[in-house]
């Protein structure tokens, strides 16, 4: 029988007062896990799943969206189609400043309720200054001002992203059609993407998406308007679950003026092609080297 | 025995390995793949033109029995024996046109309006053609436009940017712009989205726009 030693209890305590800091320290970590399912989990990254493993997570989605908001999606996978290089042009001459292509985007993207939360971001600028970095986001006043023309900014799936450089986990990438993408369930939320866009054009989820059921868009795409998850990056996706079907973005059909031309780079009837090939666009912050695929143009 | 310095070694590697595998395991999927099938023989869809419904009549305050307004065909007045330009009538007669309002420009009523045949409209060359056709008149002057609007840089659409794929709807010249006082109007935007690192609320409650490095208090 062995007498209790000094040494003895010293380790004793010691170890007691360890597995106690231990658990505390892991405490968040239970909280963490609390609403993420072993599946969830345990997911490969978008580009290691097989079709098969796709199908499983498209239905588990299908059912967290049923069980979560209380509503049926048709979740989907859209894919790149063959001979398809996305391009987006905007015509500034026409833009008259009035936030439909943002509240389409609101609405078509499944955005937070509380935040009026948009990928477009319109800017009122000064006439005379292209930078926009002095543009005024936060107007609320008639437009056009006669003294500003209005330039609405959104991602510019740059053909050299530093948003998917800085990306530690490797969670977002460009795709074969020249759309930026981002894996909403291998995300870990380092934010280093939001940081190290010019553009301003990614947006963090800080909270829960709240989305009334009644207003919530059931068509929906992996990759795109699916319902994020909080604590995850979200970019536009140039309404990849539309586009890749033929449809147009919705910003573009909310646009009233028609300042908005999408089409296919690699079609050259196309209407994006005859924009680049007879109007003087130009990308913002071209000196970045980011080689954006949104052009920008004046009329004449 | 497993020594303490492997044990630890593998369970870190474990623990890391799903986050530092990035995209090199597992068979990854060949992209680009065709989300559906493309249709080889090219079927082209239409590009359908959405236009205003218009009667070709004037429209007056007076309601019809299903509570539509009564509507006055052209001819009614400016029929065939009375005088074309209808300009010795006035009083309760002129003001038929009181609210169109014309500022477009120069412009006067029979530049566009067949005087003769006052259900049609006419070119500045005298071709006249239906009210439906009214885009035909407005390629005269703004060329430049309609060249835009032909290569979709300019007027409103909906539907496919792919025509292979289905149909495409154009916004009509007089969709957005009264062919009587063509000026887009001025429109109050809808409110954007609440940026929290635009307006800070400090702690007195009084609100900072960050926007200026917080030197501008609201």
Redesign the interface.
């Known amino acids: 029988m062995s007498k209790i030693t000094r040494r003895g209890a010293m380790q004793i305590a010691g170890a007691t007062l360890g597995a106690a800091a231990f658990a505390k320290a892991a405490a968040p970590l239970a909280k963490f896990a609390g609403n993420l399912s072993m599946d969830d989990f345990l997911q490969?990254?978008y580009?290691?799943?097989?079709?098969e493993d796709m199908k499983k997570v498209l239905a588990r989605l299908t059912a967290e969206s049923k069980s979560e908001y209380g509503v049926d999606v048709n979740m989907v996978d859209?894919?790149?189609?063959?001979?398809?290089q996305f391009g987006y042009?905007l015509?500034l001459s026409?833009c008259?400043?009035?936030?439909?292509c943002?509240?389409a985007c609101?609405i078509e993207n499944n955005h937070d309720r509380d935040?009026?939360?948009?990928y477009i971001?319109?800017l009122e600028m000064k006439k005379g200054s292209l930078d926009m970095e002095h543009g005024?986001?936060?107007?609320?006043?008639?437009?056009?001002q006669d003294d500003s023309y209005y330039m609405p900014v959104q991602c510019q799936q740059c053909d050299n992203p530093p948003c998917v450089d800085v990306c530690p986990?490797?969670a977002t990438w460009k795709?074969?059609?020249g759309i930026v993408v981002v894996d909403y369930n291998w995300c870990?939320g380092c934010r280093y993407c939001e940081a190290a866009c010019p553009y301003h054009a990614r947006r963090f989820n800080?909270k829960k998406p709240n989305v009334p059921a009644s207003e919530i868009n059931p068509n929906q795409s992996y990759l795109s308007n699916r319902i994020r998850p909080k604590g995850v990056m979200e970019k536009c996706t140039f309404c990849l679950h539309r586009?890749?079907?033929?449809?147009?973005p919705a910003c573009?059909?909310a646009?009233?003026?028609?300042a908005r031309?999408?089409?296919?780079l690699l079609d050259p009837k196309?209407?994006i092609r005859?924009?680049l090939e007879?109007?003087r666009v130009f990308v913002l912050k071209e000196e970045l080297g980011t080689k954006p695929r949104f052009f920008y143009f004046f009329?004449? | 025995m497993i020594s303490y310095r492997i044990f630890c070694g593998a369970t870190l590697l474990l623990l890391f390995l799903p986050l530092a595998g990035g995209c090199n395991q597992g068979a990854e999927r060949t992209e680009p793949q065709p989300w559906i099938a493309l249709d080889e023989s090219d079927q082209q869809f239409e590009v359908e033109l959405t236009r205003p419904n218009s009667s070709g009549k004037l429209t007056t305050s007076a309601l019809e029995t299903d509570n539509t307004p009564v509507g006055i065909a052209c001819a009614t007045c400016h029929g065939e024996g009375s005088n074309p330009a209808f300009a010795n009538h006035d009083g309760a007669e002129r003001n038929f046109h009181a609210n169109i309002g014309l500022t477009h420009g120069t412009l006067s009523c029979g530049d566009c309006h067949s005087l003769s045949s006052p259900d049609k409209l006419h070119t500045s060359a005298g071709e006249t053609f239906p009210l439906a056709q009214s885009q035909r008149l407005c390629s005269q002057c703004h060329g430049l436009i309609r060249k835009a609007y032909d290569h979709g840089a300019h007027g409103g659409m909906r539907g496919h940017w792919d025509l292979t794929r289905g149909p495409q709807q154009r916004n009509d010249c007089i969709s957005c712009h009264s062919p009587h006082s063509p000026a887009y109007p001025k429109v109050m935007p809808v409110p954007g989205p609440k940026d929290r690192n635009v307006f800070k609320k400090t702690h007195s409650g009084s609100v900072i726009d960050m926007r200026f490095g917080g030197e501008n208090h609201e």
Do not use: M
Not at chain 1, 115 to 118: A, F, G, I, L, Y
Not at chain 1, 243 to 248: D, E, I, P
Not at chain 1, 261 to 264: E, R, S, W, Y
């Open positions: 490969q990254h580009r290691e799943l097989s079709d859209a894919r790149p189609q063959k001979g398809v042009a015509n026409v008259n400043g009035c936030r439909k943002a509240e609101h935040t009026n939360n948009s971001r319109v005024n986001a936060h107007y609320q006043h008639e437009t056009p986990v490797k795709q074969s059609d870990i800080w586009t890749r079907v033929g449809k147009l573009l059909e646009c009233p003026t028609g031309v999408f089409g296919n196309s209407d005859w924009v007879n109007k009329d004449a």
